[in-house]
């Protein structure tokens, strides 16, 4: 990713509806990996939605300084 905040938003902002793979490390033993679609950036957040089935849609979002430091990571899909 990206070495800036700026870039961070900016790189998110122009893939939004895209798939991406969500790897999130919450604490010591916990690690997350969801696959969603970027659905929102804010000016200070970002939003994924991940539909684990048809009925239900869930939603994640994490701040860009979570990508900035390593706590969030996020692979485009094609």
């Known amino acids: 990713m990206a070495k800036s905040i700026l870039d961070i938003r900016t790189e998110l902002t122009e893939n939004i509806g895209k798939s991406v793979k969500l790897v999130a490390y919450e604490s010591r033993n916990r690690i997350i990996e969801k696959v969603g679609t970027l659905s929102q950036t804010y000016p200070s957040v970002f939003v994924v939605e991940i539909a684990e089935d048809q009925e239900s849609v869930d939603r994640v979002s ?6 900035l430091t390593g706590a969030v990571e996020i692979d485009f899909r094609s």
């Open 62 to 67: 994490y701040n860009y300084t979570d990508v």
